[in-house]
């Protein structure tokens, strides 16, 4: 079994920078892909941003696009979510998710991934 952690939301102000750590512990010899998502208030949980298994390519959501930077540490089976230029639209609850699929593409859907965090909530004020 694979545990995904969260950390590094808070409350913030627009246009500072914040960023999220996802670390994955047990079955932790395994290569993943990761993914990363958020879920509003009333909205649905949508994507932001993915790193595939073999790492290097990255995907983005348009509206984070230029600002948010996904990275991956294998050695520490850490997946990060820089974020820079925050703005009030990016408050919500961001989850990490990972998949040991063995199909080395980009994933930006949920159905895609088999573990997640828990979540930790960012919250930016104007």
């Known amino acids: 079994q694979v545990q995904l952690v969260e950390s590094g939301g808070g409350l913030v102000q627009a246009g500072v920078s914040l960023r999220l750590s996802c670390a994955a512990s047990?079955?932790?010899?395994?290569?993943?892909?990761w993914g990363w998502f958020r879920q509003a208030p009333g909205k649905e949980r949508e994507f932001v941003a993915a790193i595939r298994r073999s790492g290097g390519r990255t995907n983005y959501a348009d509206s984070v696009k230029g600002r948010f930077t996904i990275s991956r540490d294998n050695a520490k089976n850490t997946v990060y979510l820089q974020m820079s230029s925050l703005k009030p639209e990016d408050t919500a609850v961001y989850s990490c998710?990972?998949?040991?699929?063995?199909?080395?593409?980009?994933?930006?859907?949920?159905?895609?991934?088999?573990?997640w965090g828990q979540g930790t909530q960012v919250t930016v004020s104007s």
């Open positions: 047990g079955r932790t010899s395994s290569r993943y892909a």
């Open positions: 998710a990972a998949t040991e699929a063995l199909t080395d593409v980009i994933r930006t859907t949920t159905a895609d991934y088999d573990y």
